[in-house]
């Protein structure tokens, strides 16, 4: 396999799991954002979903060398450790 393939091959593979990251960490972090706007009691389940969503998301930063989305997302996941620490 030549460079240029390979190089491609790898594009392809990682815009996948960034897609995937950023699909996955969306729908998390929506569902959070009702979970704790409805006020049913779940508030345990929302900040940890948060939590999984910001790790998602740092991953798709990291990926793709976005550092201040990175930072943006270990904002998110101190919030939701603070949640889950004064919820439990």
């Known amino acids: 396999m030549s460079a240029t393939k390979s190089k491609s091959a790898n594009a392809t593979a990682h815009r996948g799991l960034t897609s995937k990251f950023e699909t996955i960490g969306s729908i998390l ?4 954002a009702m979970s704790i706007a409805l006020n049913v009691g779940a508030e345990l389940v929302g900040f940890s979903l948060l939590l999984v969503s910001s790790g998602l ?6 990926l793709d060398r976005r550092w201040t989305f990175l930072l943006l ?8 450790i603070i949640g889950l620490i004064r919820w439990t």
């Not at 972090?29 to 959070?32: D, I, K």
């Not at 997302?73 to 939701?80: D, I, L, R, T, W």
């Open 57 to 62: 998301f740092a991953g798709w930063a990291i």
């Open 73 to 80: 997302q270990a904002f998110y996941a101190a919030s939701a």
């Open 29 to 32: 972090a929506m569902v959070y």
